[in-house]
C-alpha cells in the first residue's frame, strides 16, 4: 500500500507563492507517475499538473500553466508543487495522488481522478483577494 501525505498549504494573499510537498512510503515511487488534483468548495475535483516517473515529462491544466511547476525527487520519494502567482481561483484543498497503472509505466499522462490508484489526505490553500 502506497501512503501519500501532502504539507504546504495554507492561507496566502492573491499574487504570493506556496510550495506544496507530497511525501511518499514506497521506494517503488519513482516508478509511478504523480499528479495534483484540487477540489474547490462545491466543485468536482480537477486536474492540475502530472509528472512522469522515467523522464520527468510535466502536463498543466490550462488554468495553471506558467504559474505551476511540478517537480520530483526520486530519492526523497518526494513530489513538489510551486505555485505563483496565486489567485482567489486557486482556493481549494489540494491533492497528491499516484497513477500506478500499465499505461503510465508506458508514457500516458492521465489526468482524469478515476486513473490514480493512490491518494494522499489533502491539504488546504486558501488564497485571500
Known amino acids: 500500500q502506497v501512503q501519500l501525505v501532502e504539507s504546504g498549504g495554507g492561507l496566502v494573499q492573491a499574487g504570493d507563492s506556496l510550495r506544496l510537498s507530497c511525501a511518499t512510503s514506497?521506494?517503488?515511487?519513482?516508478?509511478?507517475?504523480m499528479g495534483w488534483f484540487r477540489q474547490g468548495p462545491g466543485k468536482e475535483r480537477e486536474f492540475v499538473a502530472a509528472i512522469s516517473w522515467n523522464i520527468g515529462r510535466t502536463y498543466y491544466a490550462d488554468s495553471v500553466e506558467g504559474r505551476f511547476t511540478i517537480s520530483r525527487d526520486n530519492a526523497k520519494n518526494t513530489v513538489y508543487l510551486q505555485m505563483n502567482s496565486l489567485k482567489p481561483e486557486d482556493t481549494a484543498v489540494y491533492y497528491c495522488a499516484a497513477d500506478a497503472s500499465i499505461a503510465q509505466a508506458r508514457g500516458v499522462m492521465r489526468t482524469l481522478p478515476d486513473d490514480y490508484d493512490y491518494w494522499g489526505q489533502g491539504t488546504q490553500v486558501t488564497v485571500s483577494s
Open positions: 514506497r521506494g517503488t515511487f519513482s516508478r509511478y507517475t
